[in-house]
């Protein structure tokens, strides 16, 4: 393609300079002398630059293109030291291969600047820097080693290759708008791309081997991301912070810290991405951070899958979650909304929410997980827990101990040792609940826990249906324990309540053992239902001693002692000698 046409129509005459580095008829020996014969003639300019090594600095000024006539790389401008190339005008760029060292290795200062098929080197220095109120494209080329600088610039980014970057790769800051699209970036010792108080749409592009974020949006910055790759980062793949705005769509991130990690107020949306094998979290959201996470999956994830916590308050609306440890974990007074769920095959929890946090769950499916919902805090740690499945659970489906409250609305537990359990001091309420094939039992209040539960159906529990013992307190009412092998209810200690026109259909071991404690009232069942003692009216434990001491009046603190060699005895009279 002849010059002109690579430089675009409709730039009017175009005056051709030729430079060569052993001359020629009518030729530069070098660039900048073409330059200076270009800017005193006026208008437009193409320098046609034979292949070669050009050690020399550039300002280019007014409407030039430079151009490589042997093809990309075939041209090489260098310094020692400084900058390379500074532009003032319309320039554009084709082939080059610029070294810089200690500087800006170019600089768009003002005006636009285009680089095709260009590379760009810059040793302990910006590789390319746009200042305000211009405008850079760069195009099918490479930059290594030094950072692409948007200072409140446009930009266009398309096929581009960004290197080992001593610090970003790429930095868009103080309100650039920046696209880049179909790139790779990697090994930055920083971030891959970073938007500061500025705006980036990031399309079809591969990140890997950053040190820090691959993509990191912080002070108010607004970051698209469209599809595209990350893998192999040291920290987060993407990373919204300061209040930061934007969308991640159809992204797959593999083998980061944390797949993507929300803090500080910012309020992404994403969608449709999804998070395999990240070291400590897929989807993590902190310190007033919020975020819709929409249609994301997490395979694999080392701690947590989607971590709320340290006042985070994400909406998670039909995420997968497969493998790994813990599934949602809502920790350290965060919040999160969570509904449509599908979590499956985890050595920990499904649910998880600790520590004064408050966490809503709806249509959440759980299969073969250790435990399903497990809930521990003050007072202040709440869940509210609709349309849920729990099945094949190695635990409890639902446990709740603190002072912690659970709601359950049309909860299912299903092939587990326990269904339901609460202790401690906290609260679990079941409505319209249901445990089936459990190998413990339905549902069990201990220690000092409540339980409430309205329309709780249990059946083919192998031990109880329903269970009380230690101080807890059981209002039961409606329900249903049906076919359970020991107990449709079970009894114990000093736990107390009632269990209201409730039924025990079955044919196989008794309807209730009572305590006394739990009033039984319209209990229907043909099974029996067998009392036993209050615990105040147990007889006193009697233990005999045989060749023992014989005590004639009453001791007080004795210490007895049986086949020894050799014993000391003291006593202490009333009127405090020993003897």
Known sequence: MAPRER???????????????????????DIASALAAAAARGGAAAVEIAPGRYEEALTVRGEVALVAVGGPGSVVVSRPRGAVLDAFGSVHIDGLVLIGRDADVVGCHAGTLTLERSEIRAHNGVGLHARPGTRLTLRDSVVRHGRTLFAGAEGVVERCRFVDAADNAVAVIEGADVSIG?????????????VSDARARVTGCELTG?????????????????????????????MFSVQSRGSVDGTRVTDAEHGIAVASGADPVVRGCSFTDCRDTGINVQTAGRGRFEDCEVVGAGNVAVFSTKGGAPEVHGCRVIGGNVGVAVTEAARGRFTRLDIRDLTGSALRVFGDSRAVFERVRVERCSAGLDIWGGGGTTADVTD??????????????????????????????????????????????AARAVSSGGALAY?????????????GSEAFGLGGVDSAYLDVADSEFADCAATGARFADA???????CSV?????????????????????????????????RPPTIVNHFNGPVFNAAVHSAQLAWNNTSVIQRQTDEDGSAT
Request: charge should be positive; proline fraction near 3%.
């Open 388 to 433: 849920a499945a729990f099945h094949g659970f190695d635990l409890a489906a639902v446990s709740v101990l603190g002072q912690a409250r659970v709601t359950l609305r049309r909860a299912v537990a299903e092939r587990g040792p326990l269904g339901f359990g609460v202790a401690e001091d906290a609260q679990l309420f079941l409505h319209d609940c």
């Open 7 to 29: 430089w675009g129509e409709g730039v009017g005459m175009v005056a051709r300079y030729v430079v060569a580095p052993h001359g020629g008829r009518r030729a530069h020996r």
């Open 495 to 501: 736990c107390g309540g009632r269990l209201v026109d």
């Open 210 to 238: 950053t040190g820090k974020a691959a993509l990191m949006a912080d002070t108010r910055a607004e970051l698209t991301v469209v599809g595209g790759r990350i893998d192999a980062v040291h920290a987060e793949a993407i």
């Open 447 to 459: 220690g000092k826990g409540r339980l409430v539960a309205r329309n709780l159906t249990v059946t």
């Open 505 to 537: 259909p079955g044919t196989r071991g008794v309807a209730v053992q009572a305590n006394g404690r739990v009033d039984l009232v319209g209990l229907r069942t043909s099974l029996r239902v067998v009392p036993s003692a209050e615990p105040d009216e």
């Open 182 to 194: 179909d790139s790779w970036i990697g090994g930055s010792l920083i971030h891959g791309v970073r």
